[in-house]
């Protein structure tokens, strides 16, 4: 059975907001198991503390090739953490990131201590050669007037990656969109 594992962004704390709620209706008419975390700390998150929490959360076994992962924002650098430090043998169906980021622009940092926030972020490597020993599917959507992501990471995404790369317009970071139909499609 397809499953599908929802990781929200900083400063969130569920996935009942924006996009996610239509892709969770969506997923559910067609009889995909969805999984959704709130997960901890979200005003101030740190790497060990959101990989670590899905590590608690997921079950290895559940983990097969029926199993995509959707990220948002700093949940798509949560993926590829988590994702690369999976034991060898294990596959998954895919990955998609919507606004995510190994970079962030200046209008990204709203309030005082955010830039140290995303520091580590930015700068703990990650060793993608091990991403993608678990799946070779990967789809990154960025919009050309996010606030907070450089378009210019879908560059990044599509070397590191080999992501399929999508730009929409007029989307800002995603946080008042409704919809991306190119999510429900990588997973049908």
Request: aromatic share 12%.
């Amino acid at each position: 059975m397809k499953k599908v594992y929802l990781i929200h962004g900083w400063g969130d704390n569920t996935t009942d907001v924006t996009w996610f709620p239509w892709l969770k209706e969506e997923l559910k008419k067609k009889d995909i198991k969805v999984i959704s975390f709130n997960m901890p700390n979200t005003d101030e998150p740190k790497i060990n503390e959101w990989v670590g929490y899905l590590k608690e959360n997921i079950n290895l076994k559940d983990l097969d090739e029926e199993t995509y992962f959707v990220g948002h924002s700093i949940g798509c650098q949560t993926i590829m953490r988590f994702l690369e430090q999976l034991p060898k043998d294990k596959k998954v169906a895919g990955a998609i990131f919507v606004a995510g980021w190994f970079n962030l622009l200046e209008t990204a940092y709203e309030e005082e201590g955010e830039k140290e926030i995303g520091k580590p972020w930015i700068e703990t490597p990650i060793n993608f050669k091990k991403v993608k020993e678990h799946t070779k599917n990967f789809l990154a959507i960025f919009s050309e007037d996010d606030p907070c992501v450089p378009v210019s990471d879908s560059e990044l995404f599509k070397e590191k990656l080999n992501a399929k790369i999508v730009i929409r317009k007029n989307e800002g970071h995603f946080d008042e969109t409704f919809e991306i139909p190119e999510v429900l499609e990588m997973i049908n």
